[in-house]
């Protein structure tokens, strides 16, 4: 059976009762449902704990999808761990901090995909901090100016929302793809989209905050050379 991914629902969503459904032989446990992100589109997978009946812990390191079937998550769990049985009823309880921050800089790197309108061609996401690759023209860019436009946009306190269209409705817009590394995640039938107000839309598989005024002032801490027309701009939380 496919996992229930709850944060696609609701990303504020800390914890969930569950259902231990499978353990494989690498210690990988999948649940009926869950809140912790699977690894993808640059985001890393969550961590957190599963607590058992009795109140123990089982430390959950990362959490993938099932390379053998792409609907299930596998919460991987960290070596030595006890293992749950299958049928098990578990909770399943995400570091949040750490979910907060990555949500805060995803949204952050959104925006900056505004700020700098060229195609992007890699990034990644950390615990605060984060990084887009753009395919820029020969010319220097600014650090203060590129954090200045990029605050202005964040202060503007707009409001993050989803909604979902279909692969063809997507192929019809190829406009909304920005990234040419990550392509939107499909298979489904449909695609999730994420609005940040008036400011931007793009094809989106990643948690997000509700609202711009959330993520805070934000730093530009390098601007990187990394070819003739790539340039990889660092942000973090400040």
Same mark, same amino acid.
């Given at each position: 059976?496919?996992?229930?991914?709850?944060?696609?629902?609701?990303?504020?969503?800390?914890?969930?009762?569950?259902?231990?459904?499978?353990?494989?032989?690498?210690?990988?446990?999948?649940?009926?449902?869950?809140?912790?992100?699977?690894?993808?589109?640059?985001?890393?997978?969550?961590?957190?704990?599963?607590?058992?009946?009795?109140?123990?812990?089982?430390?959950?390191?990362?959490?993938?999808?099932?390379?053998?079937?792409?609907?299930?998550?596998?919460?991987?769990?960290?070596?030595?761990?006890?293992?749950?049985?299958?049928?098990?009823?578990?909770?399943?309880?995400?570091?949040?901090?750490?979910?907060?921050?990555?949500?805060?800089?995803?949204?952050?790197?959104?925006?900056?995909?505004?700020?700098?309108?060229?195609?992007?061609?890699?990034?990644?996401?950390?615990?605060?901090?984060?990084?887009?690759?753009?395919?820029?023209?020969?010319?220097?860019?600014?650090?203060?100016?590129?954090?200045?436009?990029?605050?202005?946009?964040?202060?503007?306190?707009?409001?993050?929302?989803?909604?979902?269209?279909?692969?063809?409705?997507?192929?019809?817009?190829?406009?909304?793809?920005?990234?040419?590394?990550?392509?939107?995640? /499909?298979?489904?039938?449909?695609?999730? $989209? %994420? #609005?940040?107000? +008036? =400011?931007?839309?793009?094809?989106?598989?990643?948690?997000? @905050? /509700?609202?711009?005024?959330?993520?805070? $002032? %934000? #730093?530009?801490? +390098? =601007?990187?050379?990394?070819?003739?027309?790539?340039?990889? @701009? /660092?942000?973090?939380?400040?």
């Amino acid at each position: 059976m496919p996992t229930e991914l709850l944060f696609r629902q609701d990303a504020y969503l800390r914890e969930t009762p569950a259902a231990v459904e499978a353990v494989n032989e690498r210690g990988g446990i999948i649940l009926d449902r869950t809140v912790f992100y699977a690894t993808g589109g640059g985001q890393p997978g969550d961590v957190g704990h599963l607590v058992r009946a009795d109140g123990s812990l089982i430390a959950i390191g990362t959490t993938i999808y099932d390379p053998e079937d792409k609907s299930r998550v596998i919460h991987v769990s960290l070596e030595g761990q006890p293992l749950p049985a299958p049928g098990e009823n578990v909770t399943a309880a995400l570091d949040w901090e750490r979910r907060l921050k990555r949500m805060r800089i995803h949204t952050a790197l959104h925006l900056l995909s505004v700020v700098l309108p060229y195609p992007v061609t890699g990034g990644s996401i950390g615990d605060g901090d984060g990084r887009l690759d753009f395919d820029i023209p020969e010319g220097g860019l600014d650090k203060a100016e590129v954090a200045e436009k990029l605050n202005a946009l964040v202060a503007r306190h707009a409001d993050v929302t989803e909604r979902w269209i279909t692969d063809e409705e997507l192929d019809a817009n190829p406009g909304l793809v920005k990234t040419m590394s990550v392509k939107p995640p /499909r298979g489904s039938g449909r695609v999730r $989209l %994420v #609005a940040i107000g +008036d =400011i931007d839309l793009q094809p989106c598989g990643g948690t997000h @905050v /509700r609202n711009t005024a959330e993520i805070g $002032l %934000v #730093a530009v801490t +390098d =601007i990187e050379k990394k070819g003739k027309q790539n340039r990889r @701009v /660092r942000i973090a939380l400040a």
